[in-house]
């Protein structure tokens, strides 16, 4: 069984900040690629954010140019959490945000991930 619960959306004025987070669960908690997607009403689910664990002491992780240097994703791996903190946000950057889990390294496209959790809502107002 697998399992990956967001949490921490919500409504934030637009300058503003949030931290998602998401907690693994089952066989999705030893993935090796956990990762942030986002899809806006009308719009294509799109790549937020990934991180790809190496063994125990390395990680790799990768955004998207729309997130850069505004977002930073992290990992815990001993609590099987995930956290995407998103500072500086405007409004194109609501959306329900998903988090995904897989086997692949360095995943930045949906059908490399395995796992989805149900998504959380992120409202960004101007």
């Known amino acids: 069984q697998v399992q990956l619960v967001e949490s921490g959306g919500g409504l934030v004025q637009a300058g503003g900040s949030l931290r998602l987070s998401c907690a693994a669960s089952g066989r999705a908690s030893s993935s090796v690629a956990m990762g942030w997607f986002r899809q806006a009403p009308g719009k294509e689910r799109e790549f937020v954010a990934t991180?790809?664990?190496?063994?125990?002491?390395?990680?790799?992780?990768a955004y998207a140019d729309s997130v850069k240097g505004r977002f930073t994703i992290s990992r815990d791996n001993a609590k099987n959490t995930v956290w995407l903190q998103m500072n500086s946000l405007k409004s194109e950057d609501t959306a329900v945000y998903y988090c995904a889990a897989g086997s692949k390294l360095r995943a930045v496209v949906p059908r490399e991930y395995d796992y989805w959790g149900q998504g959380t809502q992120v409202t960004v107002s101007s």
């Open positions: 991180i790809t664990r190496y063994g125990s002491t390395s990680t790799y992780a």
